[in-house]
């Protein structure tokens, strides 16, 4: 089998299920085909070489529009490459094109897309999650074999909880983020959504290490993550901490952790209840920091620099504002406002300032864990995934689905959700927290579930 029908493949498959699922916003046939058809000629079938793949659409691709899923950036075409996107091209991936997301990242269902919400291939009356749900879509329809998003609060592995795919964010820094469309800087990170934990082995293997075009990457060794491939996780500590178990968390998501973590015990590994007791006080806090970084970053798009520009305008000031109103969708303007706020002098120190130490007491919580437990599970999001419109009008309900996960951004923590069961025929997802820059060790007790 060649590079060129594993393509051919997966463009049969994007032909016959794309138009229910809309998981791409921008395909790129042709050059899949290209790339494809160069990798033979020349020969070198390796690692990651020929097999399809799509990136989220805040992935910067050298002459292919990134648009962010968002007006703003509609006609958005980058003149480089994320790191990510050129240390794939290295490995000679062929692109099948880039996926849809919630407007800048912002939102857990795409349904913020500014073009058109993407659907989950389990039950098309249900959103995918998000905001990479494209990614987690497209990878579990079988479209492309394994993807690309990012994750700031929860982005990759609630989607993957949601499709029934394996996601991974990886350790603040482990992969390097030049070239994402920055949402909140110090808790943006990007990672895989693949089909099983080989292939996320596989795909970590390619995009870890270490970038000077990133000040925040971390210069540390790479391990061969398929090196933790290995089926044996017999004395291992795994702590279950109680808060994520407590109300709001869906009774039938709750018995299949549970039954996850019998298993975990079945194979030899201690399991016990912990405590992380500022757990109540991650969301509140994600919700002043994320919001005041996005107000910052996305200064940038002010019609001038980037994007799009309103010509009608009669005076700067006139078309920043207006470029603005025209550029950004609800949800966007609405986390502008919120961070603008928090930062405005006199509410700084109440808000901005308290978060942060919010955000500490997190991160000791979770330091305090991993003096004992190896590895922490929970439930990846509440819920299965809900139906299209079903949050859209509940902004306070969209945002507890990520109650989880965003814990984790805060602490800077690698975790991985993988697929553990089903309600109602619809995929759960478990969450696995590990210690900074141990992914092979989530990556083993992923793989010996799996
Ligand atoms: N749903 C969260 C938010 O809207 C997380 C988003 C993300 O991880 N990019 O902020």
Redesign the pocket.
């Known amino acids: 089998i060649t590079a060129q029908d594993i393509v051919e493949s997966c463009l049969d498959r994007i032909g016959e299920v794309e138009e229910n699922i809309k998981a791409f916003v921008t395909l790129t046939p042709e050059a899949a085909r290209d790339s494809a058809r160069k990798l033979h000629e020349e020969g070198g079938y390796r690692g990651l070489a020929g097999i399809p793949c799509g990136l989220k659409d805040n992935l910067c691709t050298r002459g292919i529009r990134t648009t962010c899923s968002s007006r703003m950036l509609e006609n958005f075409v980058p003149p480089y490459d994320a790191t990510v996107v050129s240390k794939l091209r290295g490995e000679k991936a062929v692109f099948m094109g880039k996926l849809n997301m919630?407007e800048f990242?912002?939102?857990?269902s795409t349904e913020n897309s500014a073009f058109f919400p993407t659907r989950n291939p389990w039950d098309p009356e249900r959103v995918p999650g998000?905001?990479s749900g494209g990614s987690a879509a497209a990878v579990a329809a079988g479209e492309v074999i394994y993807a690309l998003g990012?994750?700031?609060?929860?982005?990759i592995r609630?989607p993957a909880s949601f499709c029934g795919v394996v996601g991974m964010k990886p350790t603040y820094g482990r992969v390097s983020r030049y070239g994402l469309v920055a949402?909140a800087s110090s808790l943006d990170q990007i990672g895989t959504l693949t089909k099983d934990v080989t292939d996320c082995a596989l795909v970590m293997n390619v995009i870890a290490g270490h970038d000077r075009l990133d000040s925040t990457s971390i210069d540390a060794p790479v391990p061969d993550y398929t090196k933790f491939l290995v089926p044996d996780i017999k004395g291992f500590r795994i702590g279950y901490p109680r808060e994520y178990f407590q109300e709001g968390v869906d009774d039938a998501v709750k018995e299949t952790i549970n039954r996850a973590m019998l298993k975990m015990e079945e194979m030899g590994a201690v399991v016990e209840e912990t405590s992380l007791p500022h757990t109540e006080f991650a969301l509140p806090a994600y919700y002043i920091i994320?919001p005041a970084e996005a107000s910052s970053n996305l200064a940038r798009f002010d019609g001038v620099r980037y994007g799009l520009r309103d010509v009608k305008a009669e005076s700067v000031i006139d078309m920043f504002a207006s470029s603005r109103a025209l550029g950004f969708g609800p949800e966007v303007k609405r986390r502008i406002m919120l961070g603008t706020y928090a930062l405005s002098s006199g509410y700084y120190d109440a808000y901005y300032l308290k978060a942060l130490k919010v955000r500490r007491l997190i991160k000791e919580d979770f330091d305090w864990a991993f003096d004992k437990y190896d590895v922490l599970v929970t439930p990846t999001a509440p819920t299965v995934a809900f139906k299209l419109h079903e949050k859209t009008d509940n902004v306070l309900a969209m945002?507890m689905s990520?109650i989880a996960t965003?814990p984790v951004?805060l602490a800077g923590l690698p975790a991985m959700s993988i697929p553990c069961g089903f309600v109602n025929g619809l995929p759960v997802g478990l969450q696995i927290i590990g210690r900074p820059l141990e992914e092979g060790t989530l990556l083993r007790v992923a793989y010996a579930f799996e």
């Open positions: 919630d990242a912002m939102g857990s998000g905001s990012s994750d700031t609060g929860g982005s609630q949402f994320a945002y990520d965003i951004n």
